[in-house]
C-alpha cells in the first residue's frame, strides 16, 4: 500500500525555469491539496482539488498552476520559478466528507 | 532533512515528564482540530484529534483538551520519550474537506 507519494524529492532549478512537482495518491480519496512550508509560517495551503477536473485556490496560489485529469494525480507547476518559491511542499488527501488529511513526504524545492 | 524546526519556539522537557504543547487558534467557525506531529525530513503526521463538541479527548499517552471560550488547544504527552522529539503543528478546520489552517507549530526537545 503506497498511500501517497511525491516526487522528485528533492529539486535544484533556476529563476525563471519551469519545473512540476508530482503527487500520487492510491487510495482513490476525493480531495487533494498542495501546502506549501516555510520557516515561521508552518503550512500554508496554495490549491486544491475537490475532484477530478475541480480545482480551487487556497492562501497562496500565485505563481502556481495545478491540474486534475486523473483522480489520483494532481500536479503542482511552478510556472516560472521565483526565489521565494524556494519552500518544502507538501501533498495531502482525504476522503469525501472527511476531516483527516494524510500528508507526503514533501519535495524541498531551492530555486536559485 | 528539511530544518522547519529551526526558528519555531522550542520546548525542552526531561525525559519520562509530561510534555503540555499550547496552541491558540483564530477562527469561531472551527468544529475541528487536529495535532500534527512532523519529524525531520517527514511528512506531518496524525497524532490526535477532537471535534468542537468535545472538550478532552485521549489517545495512547496523548491527551488533547480544548477550550472553545478562549480559543486554545492544548496536547499532553504523558512520560515523554526520546521519540517524541519532534515540531508539532495544532490545526483547526471549519466544516469537512475544507482547508486546515495551521499554526506555526512547536519544537518539543527531550532531554535523555
Known amino acids: 500500500d503506497a498511500g501517497i507519494t511525491q516526487s522528485p524529492r528533492y529539486k535544484i532549478t533556476e529563476t525563471g525555469r519551469q519545473v512540476t512537482l508530482m503527487c500520487h495518491q492510491t487510495?482513490?480519496?476525493?480531495?487533494m491539496f498542495w501546502y506549501r512550508q516555510d520557516l515561521g509560517h508552518g503550512l500554508r495551503l496554495i490549491y486544491y482539488s475537490a475532484a477530478a477536473d475541480i480545482t480551487d485556490k487556497g492562501e497562496v496560489p500565485d505563481g502556481y498552476v495545478v491540474s486534475r485529469s486523473k483522480t489520483e494525480n494532481f500536479p503542482l507547476t511552478l510556472e516560472s520559478a521565483t526565489r521565494s518559491q524556494t519552500s518544502v511542499y507538501f501533498c495531502?488527501?482525504?476522503?469525501?466528507?472527511?476531516?483527516?488529511?494524510?500528508f507526503g513526504p514533501g519535495t524541498r524545492l531551492t530555486v536559485t | 532533512g528539511e530544518s522547519v524546526g529551526l526558528h519555531l519556539p522550542t520546548l525542552s522537557v526531561q525525559e519520562g515528564d509530561n510534555s503540555i504543547i499550547n496552541c491558540a487558534y483564530s477562527n469561531s467557525a472551527s468544529d475541528y482540530f487536529i495535532w500534527y506531529k512532523q519529524e525531520s525530513g517527514k511528512g506531518p503526521q496524525f497524532i490526535i484529534d477532537?471535534?468542537?463538541?468535545?472538550d478532552k479527548r485521549q489517545g495512547q499517552r496523548v491527551t488533547v483538551l480544548l477550550n472553545k471560550t478562549v480559543k486554545h488547544l492544548s496536547l499532553q504527552i504523558a512520560a515523554t520519550q526520546p521519540g517524541d522529539s519532534a515540531v508539532y503543528f495544532c490545526a483547526e478546520m471549519a466544516g469537512a474537506n475544507s482547508k486546515l489552517t495551521f499554526g506555526k507549530g512547536i519544537t518539543l526537545s527531550v532531554r535523555p
Open positions: 477532537i471535534r468542537s463538541n468535545m
Open positions: 487510495w482513490s480519496h476525493s480531495y
Open positions: 495531502a488527501s482525504s476522503r469525501q466528507g472527511d476531516y483527516e488529511q494524510y
